[in-house]
Each structure stands twice: as structure tokens, then as C-alpha cells.
């Protein structure tokens, strides 16, 4: 068609270039032209010049060369014109152009541009529609092929997935999808890659190459090559040219790395699981992007295929596991003994499997213990001996235990710590059981003669049974356990008719170690207990063995008791000796304190079953119950003891008025209660800071003079009670000579230490945290009663003291004043009186103030009080007049006190800036008792006199008698 229009456009052409040349000769010449069947123009030379030029303007015109085009159409039209007029007027070209009319020339040249540019346009139209319908007739074309090679494809595709889908095992599927995937894209490698368990690495789990076996154990980490870094991603990549693209530098380490490959992911629903990759070696032939579209497709279906076979897989071994499962089920409930249903699902399982040998050993607190296998072992070694070697760890069984996981054995001859129980097995596998608190409480060993035979098929199934395996040992055991436990209660259930006259720590322990011995024979045992309220044997313990097994219970027993006489603790003591000790140890506890302990194994090294264990809980439980009763009467019966001692007490000391007489009777009842061999009543002194001795009320004892007990210091450290132990401080001196264990209980009357109640025990005592309160409770309250003995004390003290000095007030010096005088009378003893009046006191306080003064008055009182005798005594008589009683005095004496305490008055107001404010001076009297003083009670009266007089001669003196005498034979005129 194209050809056609070309060539019509090149006829039209001539064809018109010919009209016009036949339409301008007849006129150039003259001539008329015709046209029809008539003669046009005359075959000459201008005709075949013109058609030359025709042509090659057709062919300028053809190839799009429209400029030459043109300038050849008219230059077609002017050599024709010119040759012609030539012709016909027989001259030269040239002359005939000059003498052509140009103007018809011209219109021809316009008709043949017109007619030119309409061929132009006409050609360039039809250029286009050519190239437009040649490019529609290339695309359909291509179209065409493209879907008859994708519907081959497709077809050859679905057929290959048939084909994979005909396989059953999970394995034989993978392989399917490798080779098929290999042959399909014509590439040289195939793999199928998983995720493992830790979501960082890629497994290869089948693969198609020349180096399959290299691939096989290839794994791969997350962002590693090619493969890591599309684990990350999700979407199929292309690599064209894996020499140029850095993610795929050392994509699987073999000899010759892939040029051009592409890798999808295999999914489940949305999640990914996998990886499936194709590769070519080769750079002459990579994948392109249909390929990467079709392998998208092949890696959905293969995802579609895959879990359809995990699907079928996953039923086939619920079939098997439901086969076996019943068959078990017909073995385990039954009424045999836990050995012959044990036996009798190894034989099952034996059978199920095609195994050489299976075994079970049962584990009690992460050890082996009893061994059961179907067929028996042949292997010339004692079963205990390798129950000993997988004990210590060796072994694929001492493996599983020592880990608790599963261990797989392909081939046992590259197992170095195999242990051969018997020559015929290759492979082997070991599965922990473990019970619902994570403890394995048996391992279950299959082994087969063929090397690698627990593959991860058989391991499934196998698995799958196990698990059913572990179930029914679980039940097994926990009804195994409860029928021991309805043994062992009714054990206790009858110890418990019994337990009705247990009122003792002896009677318990003698009735817990009879229940011990019925329910746990074996094992030996001891049984220890607190015995409160009995200090002279402190610990009670009873042994439980057998014969052969008494003498290491007795060694061990001794040890304990030793330990107890030096540290005087249970817990210390037991805690010490059971290191180095594999022994079961339970505490008796009465309201959160320790009071004993029950401990198990003794002389027997083996350990406790499951069974035992729980039997020694239920005793332990039982024996909980026992110690509180039994320690509740005792607190029962000391807290009456010390109630009673109480009250005793309590109704003698309303009988006494002296404190001190008090605590001496508080440290003697305190030491009939405790059985102590001695008491002491230990003063405290506030000066000295130091419990005095000397000053102690002792029952008892004689302590040794110039000893400076231990016991003492500690009663400073301690807030209540103190207890020293000779064997545990050997360095401090008893108190009481050859005690053995010391105790002191701090007296303290309104938050004031008053001294110390101290105990001494010529024997190692063991004072509980029960009886220690009882005995601070008992101080406490007789500390209540001093305390109402010192309130009576300040009661009549305060009635007879000045409020303001603190010296005696009138009502006191009236008292004592009486007293002294009829002491005096009757007695004949000498005795003095001083009187002291302040200077110029009204003016003092007037001065200063009232506050002043009472300060002064106080101050004059500290200075008296701290200058007179301990038997004499100060008060104060009126508002500024004090009163000393001094009995046993001369006047000398007395004169020479007066005097002193004068001065010291007068020295201290200087420069006591605290209570005086300014120099404060006294005036006294001193009257005595003789010849002339016939009534000692004008002693006052007499004192009066003299302090009078002392004010009268000028104030700040001292007077007496003798002063009064010599002052009348110093005046003038005065008579002897």
C-alpha cells in the first residue's frame, strides 16, 4: 500500500509537470494547443530535458528534500520554456530565454510551486499515517508473542506445581520446589531458606546446585549479603549483575558466585517465614523484569504449596500420635504397679518407632534414680555404676539432664563422652520430661542402629509422643504422691490419738521421732527442740535411724550439741554444721521464731524421693502443730510464774517506804523465778557514771574485791538486757565467781537509770526470746512500782523543801530543829545553830526586780548547800533569812562555817554574773548549845540575837557569844 501511494504521488507529479509543459509551448510558439487525443508537444529535446527534471524532482520530493524539490520543478519548467522558443526561432538558449515572455513564465513557475507544495503536504500526511499504522501493527504483533510465551509458561508452570503438590513429606516438597524452580528459570542454583527461632539468621533447608552439600549447611545472618538484606525488606528483588551490586559480594562462599539472580519471600497469611532464590552463573544471559513478575508468582504458590504440606504433615503425625496415644492409653489406665505400665509403653513406643532400645530414668531433685529399658541392657556394666557416670554429667543422658533440653546424637562414634550400653547403637536421643514447675522428673532415651535415624521427621513424631508420655508420667506421679500422702496421713491421723498427754519438749520429741521412724524408716534423722522454762538442759534432741545407721547420727548429734554449748544459738549452730552436709532440713517455728530444727539424710547420702520429700512436708507440717502446742503451755505455764512472782512482790512492797529496799527484794524474787544461782541489786551513781559495786545489795554470792566485771559494760550497751556466755567471751570477768552465763536488767525510774538487776548462773543457759520479754516485762512492771515509791518519796520531800532554793522549808526546820533538840537534851551532844539574814535585800530587789532577787537567793542557796557537811542541813527560814542545823558542832567550828560561807557569799556574787547583779553581802548569828543555853530551843532565839547585833555593828559580819562578849569589854566604860 505504501509503495502504491508513493508511486501515485510520483505519477501525479510528472504527470502534471507534463500538462503544465504542453500548456506553455503551443503558446510560446503560437500554436493552439490540444489536448484529448490530439498532439500535445513534439517529442524534441526540451520534452526529455523537462521530464528529466520531472523525475528528479519526484525522487528530491519522495526522500522530503522539498527545497531542491522545488528549485528542480522550476527549473524543469525554464529549460523546457527556453528549449523550446529555441527551437522555434533557431537561436542559442540563452537569446530565447531573454525573448520569452516572462510573465506567462512566471504564472507556470507559481503553478508549479503551488502544485509542488501540495505534494509536499500530501506526501508528509501520508508519511504519517504510514508511521503511525506500522507502529500499531509492531505492538499488536509483539503482543502477541508475549501472551502466546506467558500462556506457555503458565501452562508449563501449573504443571510443575502439580507436580510439586503430588509430593507428601514437607522435605520431598521442598525439593520439589528447588528443582523445579531451577529447571523452569533455567537457573544454575535453587535454595529455600527459613527464619530460625532467634529471628537473626536464615537456614537453608534445600537447595538445587552443583554444590548442594555446601549450601545445605549454610546459614545465613540478618543483613548479611543478598539474602540478610532482603530478610529485612518484603518486597522480590532483582539483581542483574551481582558483580556490580554490592549486597551480593560472598552470597553463599561457594567456588563460583552467581552473576544475575532474584530472591522472593515465602509468606504465611502476612507473615514471612522464608526465603526462596534462583541464580544464574553466567553474565551473557541475566534475569530480567518478566522473569522477576513470573518468579514472584512461582514463589506465592510455592508459599501456598508449602503450607498445605506443613498442614498435611502436621495430620499425618496427629494420626500417628492419636495411634500411639490410644495404644498408651490402654497401658496406663490400669491397676498395675507404676514399673510394669512404665514397661509396658516402652515396649509400645519400642515397637511404634522400629527403636534398638528406649529407656526411662526417672530423676528425684535433678538425680537419677530408677532405670527401666525395653530390651533389658546387654552392656557388661552394672546399671548403677552408669546411673552414677549420668549423675556426674557424662553421657547423652547426663547431657539432657545437666541442660534440660533435648540432645540428638547422629552418630554416637563422634560423641566423645558416650557412654556404650550397647555396641549395636549408631544414634541416639535423649528428651528431658518435665513436670508443671519446670523440674524434669524424668529423661525418656531412644537409640536405633542406624546412624542418623532421628531426623526431624522421626524427632517430631517422636516429640509428639513424648509429649503424651510426660503427661501421663505427671498424672502418674501426682497419684503416686497422693496415695503416699493417704498413707502418711493416716500415720499422723493415729500419732495424733496419741499426742493427747505430749506436754513436754521430751514428750514431743520422743513422740515426733516415733512418727519419723514410721513413715521415712530409712534415712536418718534428728530431732531438736528449745526446752523453755528448763534452763539447766536447753536443747532436747532425739535420734531416729536405723541399726546401721545409729552410730553416724550419734556423731552427728554430739557435734550439734557441742556447738550449742558455745554459741548458744540454734541457728548458728546448725547452720555451721550442715555445711559440707547434702541433708533435707526443715524449721520448727512458734509464731515466727525459731525454736528447733528436724533434719534428714544423716549417715544416708542418697536423696529423698519425690514420695519421701512429700512425706517429710506433711511430718514437718505435723510437727509445726505439736511445737505450738506444746510451747503455748510452757508460755502458759512461766507466764504464770512470772505473774505469781509479781504479785508477790507487788503485795510486800506496799509493807516498804525505801526504793532501795524495793529492787534488792525485785533482784531476789527475779532470781527465784529464773532458777538463777545468784542476784544482785547494782546502784547506778549519776556523778561517777559508773554502777557501784560496793554499794550493791548481793544475794548468792561474794564478789571478788578489785574486779571490774564484763557483764557491767555490756549492761551500758544494751537498752534492756544483757546476757555474756563464758564460752563465748572468756576474756571478761564474772561478777559472781565461776558463773557461767551472766544477765542484766537495766532499772530505769522516769527515763532515769537507776541501776541494774543482775543474775548469775554457774551452768550454760538458754534464755528463749520468749522468756527474755517475760523477764523485761516483769522488771518493767516492777519499775512501775518504784517509780510510785519514788512519787511517795518526792511527795513528803516537797512538803518539807522551799520551792524556790531547794533547801528545807520552815515546816522541815521545825521538824528537824525538835528532833536535834531532844536529841541533844537527852544525849547531852553539842550542837549549833546558824542564822544568816542579806544585806539590804528589799533595796536589792527594789534596784533590780523580784525575778533578780529569787535568783540571788537561789545562788545564796547552791553556795550553802555546797559549803556545809553531809550531816548537817540548810533552810530557809523566811523571805531572806537561811537556817544550818549543824549537829556535833562547836562554836568554834560552827563560827568558822558561818564565816566561810559569809565570804564565799560575798566572793561569788563578784563573779556570778548568772544569778547575782551585783556584790551581795550576809549578816549571821551562830548560837550554841551549853552551860548557859539551858532549852536547846532558844537556840533560834539566840542566833537572832547575834545576827541582829551583826547587823547592827556595820553589816557583812559573823557574831556570836564570845564576839558579843568581846564587843561589851571593848566599849568605853563597860564592867568586866
Not at 542559442?92 to 513564465?105: D, Q
Not at 532549852?935 to 558579843?964: C, F, H, R, V
Amino acid at each position: 500500500m505504501r509503495a502504491i501511494l508513493r508511486h501515485q504521488i510520483l505519477f501525479d507529479g510528472i504527470a502534471m509537470n507534463l500538462f503544465l509543459g504542453a500548456m506553455g509551448s503551443p503558446m510560446l510558439m503560437g500554436r493552439p494547443v490540444f489536448y484529448g487525443g490530439t498532439r500535445i508537444l513534439p517529442f524534441d529535446i526540451s520534452f526529455v530535458v523537462s521530464g528529466a527534471f520531472v523525475v528528479i524532482a519526484s525522487i528530491l520530493l519522495q526522500n522530503g528534500h522539498f527545497p531542491l524539490y522545488l528549485m528542480a520543478a522550476l527549473g524543469s519548467l525554464v529549460a523546457s520554456q527556453g528549449l523550446s522558443i529555441a527551437q522555434q526561432q533557431g537561436s542559442g538558449f540563452m537569446p530565447a530565454l531573454r525573448s520569452a515572455n516572462w510573465g506567462n513564465i512566471g504564472a507556470g513557475m507559481l503553478a508549479v510551486a503551488g502544485v509542488g507544495i501540495l505534494s509536499y503536504a500530501a506526501d508528509e500526511h501520508v508519511r504519517h499515517n504510514l508511521h503511525v499504522m506500522d507502529t500499531r501493527i509492531a505492538n499488536v504483533s509483539r503482543d502477541k508473542e508475549r501472551m502466546q510465551a506467558a500462556f506457555h509458561k503458565l501452562s508449563f508452570l501449573t504443571a510443575i506445581i502439580q507436580d510439586m503438590a503430588a509430593s507428601q513429606a514437607y522435605q520431598q516438597v521442598l525439593e520439589a520446589i528447588t528443582d523445579r524452580a531451577a529447571l523452569f528459570f533455567s537457573a544454575d542454583d535453587a535454595i529455600i531458606a527459613t527464619i530460625d527461632a532467634d529471628m537473626e539468621h536464615l537456614s537453608v533447608v534445600a537447595a538445587k546446585s552443583e554444590y548442594r552439600e555446601a549450601l545445605s549447611h549454610l546459614r545465613i545472618r540478618r543483613g548479611e549479603g543478598i539474602l540478610g538484606k532482603i530478610f529485612d525488606g518484603d518486597a522480590p528483588e532483582l539483581v542483574k549483575n551481582a558483580l556490580l551490586d554490592p549486597r551480593a559480594l560472598q552470597i553463599y562462599g561457594t567456588p563460583e558466585e552467581p552473576e544475575s539472580m532474584m530472591v522472593a519471600p515465602l509468606r504465611k497469611g502476612s507473615q514471612k517465614y522464608g526465603l526462596v532464590s534462583v541464580s544464574r552463573i553466567g553474565v551473557e544471559n541475566p534475569f530480567d523484569e518478566d522473569d522477576l513478575a513470573l518468579f514472584t508468582s512461582f514463589a506465592n504458590i510455592a508459599a501456598s504449596v508449602l503450607d498445605n504440606a506443613t498442614m498435611m504433615e502436621a495430620l499425618k503425625r496427629k494420626n500417628f500420635t492419636l495411634t500411639v496415644t490410644n495404644q498408651l492409653s490402654s497401658a496406663i489406665v490400669s491397676p498395675l504397679p507404676l514399673e510394669e505400665e512404665i514397661n509396658s509403653f516402652l515396649s509400645i513406643m519400642n515397637n511404634a518407632f522400629q527403636l534398638s532400645r528406649i529407656n526411662l530414668l526417672m530423676v528425684e531433685n535433678d538425680r537419677f534414680t530408677r532405670f527401666f529399658s525395653v530390651p533389658p541392657p546387654k552392656s557388661p556394666v552394672p546399671p548403677q555404676e552408669i546411673i552414677a557416670r549420668m549423675n556426674a554429667g557424662a553421657g547423652v543422658l547426663g547431657q539432657a539432664l545437666r541442660e534440660r533440653t533435648i540432645v540428638n546424637v547422629p552418630n554416637t562414634a563422634d560423641y566423645a563422652n558416650y557412654i556404650m550400653t550397647d555396641e549395636a547403637t549408631r544414634s541416639e536421643l535423649a528428651i528431658p520430661m518435665k513436670s508443671a514447675e519446670g523440674r524434669v522428673i524424668a529423661v525418656l532415651n531412644l537409640e536405633s542402629g542406624q546412624s542418623d535415624y532421628f531426623t526431624s521427621d522421626v524427632s517430631a513424631d517422636v516429640l509428639a509422643v513424648a509429649g503424651e508420655v510426660q503427661g501421663f508420667l505427671q498424672g502418674r506421679l501426682i497419684w503416686e504422691e497422693v496415695k503416699e500422702q493417704r498413707n502418711i496421713r493416716e500415720a499422723i491421723n493415729k500419732a495424733e490419738l496419741e499426742n493427747i498427754d505430749v506436754s513436754t519438749t521430751e514428750q514431743a520429741t520422743a513422740h515426733l521421732s516415733r512418727l519419723l521412724q514410721r513413715i521415712l524408716p530409712g534415712p536418718g534423722s534428728v530431732i531438736l527442740l528449745e526446752n523453755s522454762g528448763n534452763t539447766a538442759r536447753a536443747w532436747t534432741a532425739i535420734r531416729a535411724a536405723s541399726a546401721e545407721g545409729a552410730e553416724p547420727v550419734r556423731l552427728f548429734e554430739s557435734e550439734l550439741r557441742a556447738r550449742l554449748d558455745v554459741t548458744h544459738s540454734l541457728s548458728r549452730s546448725v547452720t555451721g554444721l550442715l555445711q559440707g552436709h547434702d541433708l533435707l532440713v526443715r524449721r520448727l517455728d512458734f509464731e515466727q521464731r525459731l525454736v528447733g530444727f528436724v533434719i534428714v539424710g544423716i549417715g544416708d547420702h542418697r536423696p529423698l524421693t519425690a514420695g519421701e520429700t512429700g512425706a517429710f512436708d506433711l511430718f514437718t507440717a505435723y510437727a509445726g502443730s505439736i511445737v505450738q502446742k506444746i510451747f503455748l503451755k510452757q508460755r502458759s505455764a512461766l507466764l504464770t510464774k512470772y505473774r505469781l512472782a509479781a504479785k508477790e512482790l507487788l503485795d510486800t512492797s506496799f509493807k516498804r517506804t525505801d526504793l532501795r529496799q524495793f529492787l534488792a527484794a525485785t533482784a531476789r524474787k527475779l532470781q527465784d523465778v529464773m532458777e538463777a544461782d545468784g542476784s544482785a541489786y547494782v546502784p547506778f551513781e549519776a556523778e561517777s557514771r559508773q554502777l557501784v559495786v560496793s554499794q550493791a545489795d548481793i544475794s548468792g554470792f561474794t564478789p571478788e574485791p578489785g574486779v571490774k566485771p564484763g557483764i557491767l559494760a555490756e549492761a551500758f550497751s544494751s537498752p534492756s538486757l544483757a546476757v555474756v556466755h563464758s564460752e563465748v567471751s572468756n576474756t571478761m570477768v564474772p561478777l559472781a565467781p565461776g558463773a557461767m552465763t551472766e544477765l542484766t536488767l537495766r532499772v530505769t525510774l522516769e527515763s532515769v537509770l537507776y541501776g541494774v538487776l543482775y543474775m548469775s548462773f554457774k551452768r550454760p543457759v538458754l534464755l528463749t526470746e520468749e522468756e527474755q520479754h517475760m523477764a523485761e516485762a516483769f522488771v518493767s512492771d516492777c519499775s512501775l512500782v518504784a517509780e510510785n515509791i519514788l512519787y511517795v518519796h518526792r511527795i513528803d520531800e516537797l512538803s518539807v523543801t522551799d520551792e524556790l532554793t531547794g533547801l528545807g522549808n520552815y515546816r522541815a526546820f521545825v521538824t528537824h530543829s525538835v528532833e536535834q533538840s531532844e536529841r541533844t537534851a537527852r544525849f547531852g551532844e553539842v550542837f549549833s545553830l546558824l542564822f544568816f539574814d542579806i544585806d539590804d535585800f528589799k533595796k536589792y530587789n527594789d534596784t533590780y526586780s523580784h525575778l533578780d532577787g529569787n535568783l540571788a537567793l537561789q545562788g545564796i542557796a547552791d553556795i550553802v548547800r555546797h559549803s556545809i557537811r553531809s550531816v548537817d542541813s540548810a533552810y530557809r527560814y523566811g523571805g531572806e533569812e537561811f537556817v544550818i542545823l549543824m549537829p556535833e558542832a562547836s562554836p568554834s567550828d560552827a563560827h568558822k562555817a558561818a564565816e566561810r560561807i559569809r565570804a564565799s557569799v560575798e566572793r561569788n556574787s563578784a563573779r556570778d554574773h548568772r544569778h547575782f547583779r551585783c556584790v551581795v553581802t550576809l549578816s549571821g548569828g551562830v548560837a550554841s548549845f551549853e552551860d548557859r543555853v539551858s532549852d536547846p530551843k532558844n537556840l533560834l532565839l539566840l542566833a537572832d540575837l547575834m545576827m541582829y547585833q551583826a547587823k547592827k555593828s556595820g553589816k557583812n559580819t559573823i557574831y556570836d557569844m564570845e564576839s558579843l562578849a568581846g564587843q561589851k569589854r571593848a566599849a568605853p566604860g563597860s564592867q568586866q
